[in-house]
């Protein structure tokens, strides 16, 4: 039995998905397939339960589940380990992050990474920041890149940047006049915001409780694009990454507006298992982003 095949039992089981499993491992969902059949056909026992759009694993499963994620981590410290000696910067590098920050805060970092490095495969993966932690914290990625990152146990936090949140609103609506506001100004206006778990919308709601800002959410989404996508056909204002939005305001889709009670910051880390070991690439890849 190959380890790559642990390895993708293990992907199979953690992103509940044979797709998923199959981008992260650079194959085909087909030969995933072919190498969970071949895991069943070796023990004699059904490993998997595959329902719609879900996999489930077994009592057998579950056994070879644990043991597996273990051996296949060891495997991949001791590759980090020797890598090191060898000074050898080649190999996969798994990184999560969000869409704000993958989209307009790594793009540039990671072109100029991979020109350096040809050799080395970056896996970039869009997630929602608490699943950001827990794949971190598991192994299932090396790094995260999170906004507001938060300490939290078994999670070491590296400073990265800091990039500015301005109101976004089209270029018809009045504010879209002004270079900049108060935020007292948005009082009784409608915003449209992330999700109310997401660490942005958390930091937003604080600072408009602060300045006694009371505003109607019209609407409530995960994603920077979609909610720029609403913000422009007149639906309502949201405060936003500035970086994010940059692309609209070029094409006169958006504008964007400062806020001038103070100068709102959000904060970004980057974010791994206390005590990983790093391959040479993974080590390289955090200079990169930490030189800008």
Not at 44 to 72: C, D, F, H
Not at 250 to 259: D, G, M, P, R
């Amino acid at each position: 039995m190959h380890l790559e095949t642990l390895k993708v039992f293990c992907d199979v089981v953690e992103t509940r998905s044979f797709s998923v499993a199959a981008s992260q491992n650079f194959v085909t969902q087909s030969a995933v397939s072919q190498q969970i059949r071949t895991l069943e056909e070796r023990y004699g026992r059904r490993l998997l339960e595959r329902t719609r759009g879900n996999v489930q694993l077994t009592p057998a499963g579950e056994i070879l589940y644990q043991v597996s994620k273990e051996i296949v981590q060891r495997y991949q410290d001791m590759e980090a380990q020797l890598q090191v000696v060898a000074q050898r910067v080649a190999g996969t590098v798994r990184v999560a992050t969000v869409h704000s920050i993958g989209l307009y805060e790594l793009s540039v970092q990671i072109k100029r990474y991979l020109k350096a490095y040809p050799q080395v495969h970056l896996h970039l993966e869009y997630s929602r920041s608490n699943k950001i932690y827990e794949d971190a914290l598991r192994g299932q990625v090396d790094l995260g890149v999170v906004a507001y990152p938060s300490r939290r146990p078994q999670i070491t936090v590296l400073p990265f940047r800091e990039d500015r949140l301005v109101l976004a609103c089209p270029p018809s609506h009045p504010l879209a006049r002004h270079r900049q506001v108060s935020i007292r100004k948005l009082q009784g206006e409608h915003l449209v915001g992330y999700e109310r778990d997401i660490p942005t919308r958390r930091e937003t709601d604080r600072i408009l409780r602060r300045y006694g800002v009371e505003v109607r959410y019209v609407m409530e989404l995960d994603n920077v694009e979609t909610i720029k996508r609403v913000i422009e056909i007149g639906t309502g204002l949201a405060i936003l990454p500035e970086p994010a939005v940059r692309p609209e305001v070029k094409n006169k889709t958006l504008a964007a507006v400062h806020l001038s009670d103070e100068l709102f910051l959000r904060p970004l880390g980057i974010i791994h298992r206390q005590g990983k070991h790093f391959s040479p690439a993974t080590e390289k890849f955090i200079e990169f982003l930490r030189a800008e």
